[in-house]
């Protein structure tokens, strides 16, 4: 009964592994200038357009390629990240069956400025980040946190961000629209309400400890 069994789970193991997903690999729309590449077990197929705005430098961009489950869910997905001198934005599509990412998406396009106002940096290398930005689109949180560029510099992160981007900040690196020029150190850290990345708030927190230290030194 024992060999059955690890019979059986052998057999299933090797069935699971050799039923990994086909994805095609590749920038741009035409699948004939593209790659039909095998995934990791756990991965699923996606399609990627993104935009990127800095400073007036608008690109546009469509990638195809495997993308860990963890990402996203099976169906269609729209991310933003907005920090006033930059933006950026992108729909994906992911699916489950062998060569299902072949579909042309559209780009996210203008996006709706929304009510909510977050804190951003006065510029890419600057540490002072006081200036107010205006959210746009699906961006529903505030964000604080910090990157290293190519060069190794430590950038800080501030502005606004879907709630969805933030919640997979460690994953980044798997995007392309993010991870190609920077590389996530700490956070991201992410809130619901206007201002509420703002450094001052942070040192909010800290107050009601220092009035308590400095309280049990007069006594």
């Known amino acids: 009964m024992m060999k059955l069994i690890l019979s059986l789970t ?9 039923e990994a ?4 690999h590749g920038l741009g729309t035409d699948t004939k200038q593209q790659a039909l590449l095998p995934c990791n ?3 699923l197929c996606a399609t990627l357009a993104y935009q990127v705005n800095t400073v007036g430098d608008f690109t ?6 495997c993308l860990p489950s963890s990402l996203f869910s099976e169906g269609k997905h729209a991310f933003s990240f907005y920090r006033g001198f930059e933006s950026r934005a992108a729909t994906v599509h992911v699916c489950s069956t062998d060569g299902c990412n072949d579909q042309v998406i559209p780009y996210p396009g203008t996006l709706k400025r929304n009510n909510l106002q977050c804190f951003t940096c006065d510029d890419r290398f600057s540490a002072a980040c006081n200036n107010v930005v205006k959210c746009f689109g699906e961006q529903d949180r505030c964000i604080n946190g910090t990157v290293a ?3 190794g510099k430590t950038l800080p992160v501030s502005g606004c961000i879907s709630a969805n981007l933030c919640e997979i900040g460690p994953l980044w690196k798997y995007l392309p629209l993010l991870a190609s020029d920077v590389k996530l150190l700490s956070g991201p850290k992410c809130c619901e309400s206007s201002f509420c990345n703002s450094a001052w708030s942070v040192k909010l927190n800290v107050i009601p400890l220092l009035f308590g230290l400095i309280t049990l030194i007069i006594y």
């Open 10 to 18: 052998l057999i299933w193991t090797l069935s699971s592994t050799a």
């Open 21 to 24: 997903l086909k994805c095609w």
């Open 41 to 43: 077990s756990t991965d």
């Open 60 to 65: 546009i961009s469509k990638s195809r390629s």
């Open 149 to 151: 560029d190519n060069e």
